[in-house]
């Protein structure tokens, strides 16, 4: 059904974080607000700069999808705004439940922005039949509160259309729009040489499975101001903590691992905000890896990139917006076919940037139909936005903890004596409601055996009516 509010005055984003929101790296990797990837903020910062009017206020739900907040959520918000990525995918169908549950307790429009199935390069959609009810569930609870659902691309249109829904639209993904309807990207370089500045990157996975590790292993013997830049969680905290408990330490060929040579030589970085993420990546001449919002991070800098597709919510992602991209199963095999010289000479961006304008109404329109203002037609095209981000003093990029001096130290157990701090007194405070309840229990006297109970306790026996 269409939305019941034509132009909501305040919006509940389910994001990690509000932009505005500055945390220390300390507290980011604590609190976990990139919810394990920090590529999520950077689409949903953009829809938090697009969404945000003179009319329109935006709250970020900090990712909480708790069904028992659906009352407030109601009486408090116009809308709920859900960016989404690879949604569609069996590790995920336990969240997707959740927010179909919550979903199915409101009573406001319900906007998804860019949600995308995951399968392999093959586009074969086998793997997903056995979380079809949940998506079945989802994309029905969405319908009833919207006028359409906005997918990522061509794969996750036909996906859901196979299983009969019409109201589907590809719009991509917001990440893409949070500059409007520019986006300039250009090669500054004829060529790429040994004194180039790349940036790579890549997942655990296709490290350690699709041959992202070798590629990494020769371009940094060959480029030597190659840095690598991780997304996960537990890259961040690889990097600022050494902290090796997480399963994703056993991939040891990943530069955010401490015995690789690239960690040694401070050539990784993870960032916790997508501003310094970006910003970091302007003076370079060219990225690539398998890392979609990896690369796009680099594509809104400016700066050239190419994506080595893995799966299908890169490649449809890709061919939706005609960024350079090739299979990383194809390329992982050739050395030569993976040389950032060779991808960056073939990479062709006149698609990307030609073509954007036409993308970009066609996202507009599908805001304007679900009744969602954006600030570039009904605003100032994000330049409050911009100025109050500049205003604000955020983290620099995590880095590898190679130093063994008094600051490093300083700052890091500055940080755990104040959690000590905050732990002992959250437990102080839980001894006292425990042994408070305690004494509200001793005092309420145990109710007393009924008659029958104590003549079965007589007798030792149940009693019959004799009937």
């Not at 607000?33 to 949903?44: D, E, K, M, R």
């Not at 969240?95 to 922005?113: E, H, N």
């Not at 600022?240 to 991939?251: F, I, L």
């Not at 981000?389 to 755990?416: H, I, K, Y």
Request: hydrophobic share 40%.
């Amino acid at each position: 059904m269409s939305p019941t509010v034509p132009h909501p005055k305040r919006i509940l984003l389910r994001s990690g974080k509000s932009p505005y929101d500055v945390f220390s790296v300390e507290q980011a990797l604590h609190q976990d607000v990139i919810a394990t990837n920090s590529g999520n903020l950077i689409f949903q910062d953009a829809a938090h700069k697009i969404l945000e009017t003179p009319d329109t206020e935006v709250f970020s739900n900090g990712g909480r999808t708790e069904v028992a907040a659906a009352a407030r959520i109601n009486a408090e918000y116009d809308a709920f705004v859900v960016p989404l990525a690879n949604a569609f995918r069996p590790s995920f169908e336990v969240a997707l439940q959740r927010l179909t549950r919550l979903i199915s307790k409101l009573r406001i429009p319900v906007v998804v922005l860019g949600v995308g199935a995951q399968t392999g390069v093959g586009y074969d959609a086998t793997r997903l039949k056995q979380i079809e009810p949940t998506v079945r569930a989802f994309c029905s609870a969405v319908l009833e509160r919207s006028a359409s659902i906005g997918v990522r691309g061509d794969f996750t249109e036909q996906y859901l259309r196979d299983m009969g829904f019409k109201d589907i639209e590809v719009i991509g993904c917001p990440s893409l729009f949070m500059h409007g309807r520019d986006l300039d990207v250009r090669k500054q370089a004829d060529g790429l040489t040994a004194e180039s500045r790349i940036a790579i990157n890549g997942s655990h996975s296709a490290v350690k499975k699709q041959g992202m590790g070798r590629i990494i292993s020769r371009t940094h013997e060959q480029y030597p101001h190659l840095r690598f830049i991780g997304q996960n969680l537990s890259d961040a905290r690889q990097l600022h903590w050494r902290d090796m408990s997480d399963p994703n330490a056993a991939v040891t060929a990943i530069p955010t691992h401490p015995d690789h040579p690239m960690y040694r030589e401070d050539k990784v970085r993870v960032y916790v905000d997508p501003i310094t993420w970006i910003d970091e990546l302007r003076p370079f001449d060219f990225s690539f890896g398998s890392r979609i919002h990896g690369n796009i991070a680099a594509l809104l800098a400016g700066t050239p990139a190419t994506v080595l597709c893995g799966d299908s919510r890169t490649l449809e992602l890709c061919r939706y917006f005609e960024i350079p991209h090739q299979r990383l199963d194809k390329v992982a095999k050739d050395p030569e076919a993976a040389d950032p010289a060779r991808l960056y000479e073939q990479a062709d961006f006149s698609g990307l940037t030609g073509n954007h304008a036409e993308r970009f109404d066609r996202f507009i329109g599908f805001l304007d139909k679900n009744g969602l203002q954006n600030t570039f037609t009904h605003g100032d095209g994000g330049a409050a936005f911009e100025k109050r981000m500049r205003s604000l003093a955020f983290p620099p990029g995590v880095r590898p903890w190679n130093d063994a001096d008094l600051s490093s130290l300083t700052t890091r157990f500055g940080w755990l004596h104040t959690q000590v701090g905050e732990l002992t007194k959250d437990n102080d405070r839980l001894r006292r409601e425990l042994a408070r309840s305690k004494r509200v229990k001793d005092a309420v006297p145990a109710p007393a055996a009924s008659v029958y109970r104590r003549a079965r306790r007589v007798v030792g026996r149940a009693l019959h009516s004799g009937k």
